[in-house]
């Protein structure tokens, strides 16, 4: 009897400590983006890191619930206000990109969120159909793209959704 209090003691602090990591994981993420976004809701994080220490290396995509506010404010063709980003309207071009990391855009070739990571940092595994709305999002028009000193930040208004991408 004792031992199995003691598994279940494990388990529930095991847990505990999950859910308090995941907890500080959240929070983090809701700091990658200007704080006047408005954003408060994290939907998915897919993140990968390789070594540790200065060497290493980390690249991912969060994606966030785009607060009703923004989408208002971006159907009616305003860019929103972001702490000195500098907003793009998509079809994205990425500035001096001719290798194709995120431009030029020429048919398929357009970008690809892909070619930013590995331009910058290495692959993340993505599902297929967040692959799939980010790049459809870099290639039409009618989303706004921001690049920080540490990302891209994208916004889909008509998915409601807000993504966050870094490699390097």
């Not at 200007?34 to 994606?63: K, M, Y």
Request: hydrophobic share 45%; glycine share 12%.
């Amino acid at each position: 009897m004792r031992g199995l209090a003691a598994a279940v003691l494990v388990l529930a602090l095991t847990g505990a400590a999950w859910l308090g990591w995941q907890e500080v994981l959240r929070r983090h993420h809701l700091t990658l983006l200007p704080p006047t976004l408005g954003v408060t809701d994290r939907l998915a994080a897919f993140e990968v890191a390789a070594g540790w220490g200065p060497g290493g290396n980390e690249s991912g995509l969060i994606l966030y619930r785009m607060p009703d506010a923004l989408a208002a404010l971006l159907a009616s063709g305003e860019p929103p206000a972001a702490d000195g980003l500098a907003w793009q309207a998509t079809p994205f071009v990425a500035e001096g990109s001719s290798d194709g990391a995120l431009g030029p855009c020429a048919g398929d070739a357009c970008a690809r969120i892909d070619r930013f990571f590995w331009r910058y940092g290495h692959g993340v595994e993505l599902p297929q159909d967040v692959e799939e709305m980010v790049d459809q999002a870099l290639r039409t028009a009618g989303n706004r793209v921001g690049m920080t000193r540490s990302g891209l930040v994208l916004l889909i208004p008509n998915e409601k959704r807000v993504v966050y991408a870094y490699a390097g």
